[in-house]
């Protein structure tokens, strides 16, 4: 039996999040996606992970940069200062609209963030995060 991949999708755009979950649906039973609205809710949702049950830790985060709250920049330098042996294996990618050289830049500045992926998400990208993940 195949072992779900544990999703965590950190947006604020619902309609981002309907064509995440539709892509990940599509991709079968392979992954099970849970969202949150910003970067303070993820670390939330981390930390409470952490306090109850670590076998629930997400497989992969995809992180949009732009949110009220907390944006995606402020959750990575909180991201970072969590357990490493809780977090290595949890594949980051920067999902954005933006095609700004200088997000790109500070993506690639953490090494936890595995891509840059540019808006629209699409099947290839998750087929991309799938094989990552496997």
Do not use: C
Request: proline letters at 5%.
């Amino acid at each position: 039996m195949i072992t779900q991949k544990k999703v965590l999708v950190v947006d604020d755009d619902p309609v981002f999040k309907l064509i995440a979950r539709k892509l990940f649906e599509k991709s079968g039973d392979l992954f099970s996606v849970s969202f949150a609205e910003n970067g303070r809710e993820a670390m939330d949702v981390l930390e409470h992970i952490i306090a109850e049950d670590v076998e629930k830790m997400p497989d992969v985060i995809l992180l949009d940069i732009e949110m009220p709250i907390m944006n995606g920049w402020d959750f990575m330098e909180r991201f970072i200062t969590l357990p490493p042996d809780l977090t290595k294996k949890i594949n980051v990618y920067t999902v954005s609209s933006s095609i700004a050289q200088e997000d790109k830049n500070r993506a690639a500045s953490y090494p936890q963030i595995k891509a840059y992926i540019t808006k629209p998400l699409t099947v290839e990208a998750i087929q991309t995060i799938a094989e990552a993940a496997a």
